[in-house]
């Protein structure tokens, strides 16, 4: 499939998605979404071991699902149009490798609710994020009202939701939507820097880290522990859990191949 909103660059075992519609500030109308959802679907996650997304130019990451197009929707269409977003999202959260956000400038409505599907947010000192929905009369309809409070905490959630404050990237730090800022022209280097850390270490248990995460996540403790067992026992089914210790124990680093 030829992409006509996306830019996409391997830079060896590391793909940079960048959503490119520069002219509405990326803002993500259904071509885009369905190009997105091309490309997790075929992304090939053994060649490819860390993903970053970001936005084109220097204004904006994503400033939010496409208005112009929301606005002659009815109840069906709109329903239909959420659930394509939601299920974009969805699949990048559910990839088996780690998803870095690269927030370069405003990631507001459907851009916050994209950046918040991926593991980690690192943002320019440039960027701004808000859940400006209400104010469309629409709610966040592409998980937000769900990752929002998961990340944040049900107050801030509902306080940044029902204001729809746009908030800049030190308030994002403080109140954990964010793992870092930096400075614009650090944060794609910054990107590839923690991405490279990852590549240094096992695919399979890093994979295995981000099922137990996520899944674990939403379930009792109980159950979150045996499953973080079951995946742990998995582990030494790996060539990777033999080769990682080998290597300490022979004061060496692993040269880690997926198995
Ligand atoms: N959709 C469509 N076009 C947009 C969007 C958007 N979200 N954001 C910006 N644009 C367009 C502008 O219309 C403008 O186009 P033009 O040049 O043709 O007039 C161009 O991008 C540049 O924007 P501005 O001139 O407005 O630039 P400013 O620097 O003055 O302002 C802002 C930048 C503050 C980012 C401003 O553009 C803005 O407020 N944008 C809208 C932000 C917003 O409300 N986002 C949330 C949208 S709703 C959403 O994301 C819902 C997700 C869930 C959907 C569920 C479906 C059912």
Do not use: W
């Amino acid at each position: 499939m030829e992409y006509h909103f996306l830019k996409i660059e391997q830079r060896g075992a590391i793909t940079v998605m960048m959503v490119s519609a520069p002219k509405s500030l990326n803002a993500l109308n259904s071509t885009i979404l369905k190009e997105m959802s091309h490309f997790v679907e075929y992304l090939d996650t053994v060649a490819t071991r860390v993903l970053i997304v970001t936005g084109d130019g220097e204004k904006a990451f994503v400033a939010g699902a496409d208005i112009s197009e929301m606005a002659h929707l009815g109840e069906a269409e709109g329903r239909e149009f959420g659930v394509l977003g939601a299920h974009v999202f969805r699949a990048i959260e559910q990839l088996p490798i780690p998803v870095i956000a690269a927030v370069n400038g405003f990631a507001l409505g459907g851009g916050c609710e994209l950046a918040m599907a991926c593991d980690i947010r690192l943002a320019s000192s440039k960027a701004k994020f808000g859940q400006p929905e209400v104010g469309l009369g629409i709610i966040p309809g592409f998980s937000g009202t769900v990752r929002l409070p998961r990340l944040v905490g049900q107050g801030v959630a509902k306080e940044l939701i029902y204001t729809g404050r746009v908030i800049r990237a030190d308030e994002a730090l403080r109140i954990g939507l964010v793992n870092a800022v930096c400075e614009p022209d650090e944060l794609l280097p910054k990107a590839m820097a923690m991405a490279e850390a990852m590549l240094c270490n096992a695919p399979l248990a890093i994979k295995a880290a981000k099922q137990s995460i996520n899944q674990g996540f939403d379930l009792d403790v109980e159950a979150a522990i045996a499953l973080e067992n079951d995946l742990f026992g998995h582990c030494f089914a790996t060539q990777d859990q033999k080769d990682g210790m080998a290597a300490f124990l022979q004061k060496t680093k692993a040269d880690f191949k997926g198995q």
